[in-house]
């Protein structure tokens, strides 16, 4: 009966393939295949379009069945630095909303929240975004077939991109977005700012033949940052600035910038032509994420509860239990019809051996002298008791074997109750355990003292009662009936 209910219930298998790129103003598609990439977009109005944006790309590319990771753009979360609290890495993402709530405007119901200890000592970094938002997103997801398994932010995505054994600074730029400045140290971040007073693009050939002021003021702004994030990382100083700015000539501005800062400037490396924008790459970023992997906002409490004990599953093991009880009467019939049939037997064996003892008995009559009819008599006579023994011990036989439990068993049917689920039924002779779930604690002894009204059940009396609660928290419950010694039963 478990195993049924195990395979019924079982949760589906879900393989990674896709991320989900989140702006104010377009979702991003990145599903990964054998030997390429899918890419593809689809534009919003606002925040609010977000699932319906999901469920259209999930249906348009087939996604159902997918485990998606999503991604959240600039503008869409907070990133924060507290002092780091005494909690738990298990407790930490409940606790961080309580932590942050003077520096947000919403309240700690409202907000989902990651972090991990940040470059300063005793300091921890948080990322904080609205829960309603991602709540809407995981459950259109839900709803279309698929699994979230992972939410991280746009910079944490962008560590992928750097070098695991240096420190490094990257220069961002979305198509309508400003400059973003993140740096990291061995792939943690550790600085992030946003460059204000740049017109996009950056780069212009005409701009430079006479000298490009902007330029000019990129590198100056970009030397601070370096001189600041070297001030805190002494051991491990930014050694390489990486650009990736979209509608950018990212080489020719990385050539630029190469002349006028002291550390070596690169254009990102594509990972594939098809990834050619940040959204894009940052979707890519995503799926290589692995399972572990700090700043995930995701959680199963964003889904709502599933209700094991509604009224369609207990009607459902109601049914199953009644077949079973068919099931049981029937063998309890086929039992009866055998052992009926074996006393038959019996009773003609028991009338032949007592024909022989009578005519044995004439025989010995008639040759009282003979020994050797004397002991054909007593073995005789030796062999019937033996029969009789037999006999009896099949007119002893339980009554309840012959007639079955199909009498107890439907008046156990007839005291169903809607608070509880009979799980398990064990009857012998005139015990019967049983074991099973219950809505709530009172609902056991409740539905006992209604067996005083069945003739059955009225006659069973329960040794011991047991409660307890499952992994799931619903309140199981056991009953034995008592039990008679073997001393006891002897006499």
Known sequence: MKYVFSKLFQRASFQPSAALVFYTDTVVLVQAKTEHFIVDRMGVSNVSDWSDAARNLITQYQLSGSD??????????????????????????????????????????????????????????????????????VLACHDCGCRVSDITTEDIAWSRFSDPNRSQLILHADVDGNLQLTAFNEQMLCFQRQLRGFSLPLFDRQALDGGSFQLDNLALELQRSLDFISAQLRNNPISQLIISCDNEDNQALAEELNKRLNINVEAIKEVDPLLDTNAARLGWAALQRPKNAIINLYSDNLLPTKQWMTLTNIVASWVALIAIFVMWAGWNAWQNTAEQKKLATQSSLLS????????????????????????????????????????????????????GYAGLLQQLADAASGDISVQQIYVSGTSMDLSGLARNPDAVPRWVRAFKTYPSLAERRFQMMSLGRNDKNVVTFQLQAERKSIKGSEQ
């Open 68 to 137: 998606l990771k999503l991604v959240l753009g600039h503008g869409l979360y907070q990133s924060l630095v507290i002092d780091k609290p005494e909690v738990s890495i298990d407790e930490l993402s409940t606790a961080l909303p309580f932590l942050v709530k003077d520096l947000v405007n919403e309240s700690p119901s409202e907000l989902v929240a990651d972090g991990f200890p940040a470059t300063a000592k005793d300091r921890l970094q948080v990322f904080v975004a609205s829960k309603q938002l991602i709540t809407q997103v």
């Open 352 to 403: 032949a051996e007592q024909q022989k003892l009578d005519h044995a008995r004439v025989q010995v009559a008639a040759l009282l002298s003979d020994p050797l009819k004397e002991n054909q008599a007593h073995e005789l006579e030796k062999e019937i008791a033996a029969k009789r023994a037999t006999l009896k011990v099949i007119e002893e036989h339980d009554d309840s074997l012959k007639v």
